[in-house]
Nanobody, 111 residues
């Protein structure tokens, strides 16, 4: 198993931006699906954005045009750029790289 390290969460006001990072230090490069998930209070975990090793990208409808997922192949680091944040984006965000999951990072959007 690979220990994923997440960072970039925090508290922002509506309309603000955050960039989440998901690093796999020491991991050997491998092909697979990379994705970001989130879980809001009282709700089940949902997928937010997915990127494949071939570059195919999909987003949940609610974040299209606001979020951007990217993957640095050399550094094996997954990113999620979040712009125009809304209160409903508030959740714990989890990254996934293949079979490995990050511990989660809190994103809170509030005035």
């Amino acid at each position: 198993q690979v220990q994923l390290v997440e960072s970039g969460g925090g508290l922002v006001q509506p309309g603000g931006s955050l960039r989440l990072s998901c690093a796999a230090p020491g991991a050997i490069f491998t092909f697979g699906v990379r994705a970001w998930y989130r879980q809001a209070p009282g709700k089940e975990r949902e997928v937010v954005a997915v990127i494949t090793s071939g570059g195919s990208i999909d987003y949940i409808d609610d974040v299209k045009g606001r979020f951007t997922i990217s993957w640095d192949k050399v550094q094996n680091t997954l990113y999620l750029q979040m712009n125009s944040l809304k209160p409903e984006d508030t959740a714990v965000y989890y990254c996934r790289q293949g079979a490995d999951w990050g511990p989660g990072t809190q994103v809170t959007v509030s005035s």
